[in-house]
């Protein structure tokens, strides 16, 4: 393993290469363009394999991501704030393929008024299409989860498209200590992507294609959407425990910090909660009993690991980066 300093970005990009990926269709938006620089650089000096092609629009990007997808290809991209939101069709599109593919989103807040501080409210708004969502807190959480989100992707069990999410400029353009692990040891435990019977051959013709769906069959449908999500709380935890013994770093649905014997405990996510570890600290300190909890899965929603971890307690404070107008806090009012 080597030691290195490197951005949010870089690692999301230092993670898609570990992961071996085949395609990258593309759109730059800000902050995450890096990642894709990143990406184009190493597959035009032919340190990585692959093809990368700019596309006019991120509708188009996902377009193209799910659709390779759906062929057996293993597909990254990236997009941010109003990307995700130009090509929220799509997500829910690609969701129903029911193709597998990771796509990182560096969350920056929406227009109108502009800012560049990252609030959730671009992953927020898209929490209800299909693609599972995990939340990182640190760089070396970026990296990890790549390669993990990969493994929950296309997993049987699963095949849904991946959101990793990460907050723009705080943690896209901070530079923290990460450890890279062995491109070998990475291989073992993400092997090549293997797509179910997909045969594109005259002699074996194969139908992949849109239908129109009466009520029935269609809720039908959507309800295994959901089934194979919430699988994902199961492969989760079996990728992530599997990658600890490999690498020394456990991932569970939900981060603990000091929040078995408290009496009050944060719930948040993002990068931000690195603040409030600290709070935590200077606060146990004080003589007072409070602790954090952290999703990094928000779908599936990890509501039993949440209970647990929340039992008990005689508050909960919710610090929320969005707004959902008219309604509130959106973490707050799921976790209600």
Known sequence: MTGMLLTGNAAVARGARLARVDYVPAFPITPQTEIIEALAGWIDSGEMPG???????EHA????????????VRVFTAT?????????????TVAGWRAPFVLANVSRGLATPITLEPDHNDILAARDCGFLQIHCATCQEVLDNLPIAYRVAEDPRV???????LDGFYLSFTREPVVLPE?????????????????????QPES?????????????????THLAARNGLQVYAEAGAEWGERFGRVYDALELYRSEDAEICFVM???FATKAMAAVDALR????????????????????????????????????????????GVLQGELC
């Open 61 to 72: 990007m996902l377009t193209a991501a799910g659709a390779a997808a759906a062929t057996g």
């Open 159 to 165: 095949r849904l498209p991946v959101i990793v999410n």
């Open 183 to 203: 491109p070998r040891e990475v291989d073992a435990f993400l092997p090549p992507f293997q797509p179910r019977d997909i045969r594109f051959r005259a002699s």
């Open 269 to 271: 996510i993002g990068s």
């Open 285 to 328: 300190t004080a003589g007072r009993r409070v602790g954090l909890v952290r999703p990094r899965l928000l779908r599936p929603f990890p509501e039993e690991a949440l209970r647990r971890a929340l039992a008990g307690k005689r508050a909960v404070a919710v610090v929320d980066q969005n707004l959902s107008f008219g309604f509130g």
């Open 80 to 92: 941010s704030s109003q990307g995700l939101l130009y090509a929220m069709e799509m997500l829910y």
């Open 208 to 224: 992949q294609a849109v239908a129109v769906l009466g009520g029935g069959p269609y809720s039908y449908f959507r309800y295994e």
């Open 51 to 57: 093809r990368l092609v700019t596309l006019e629009s």
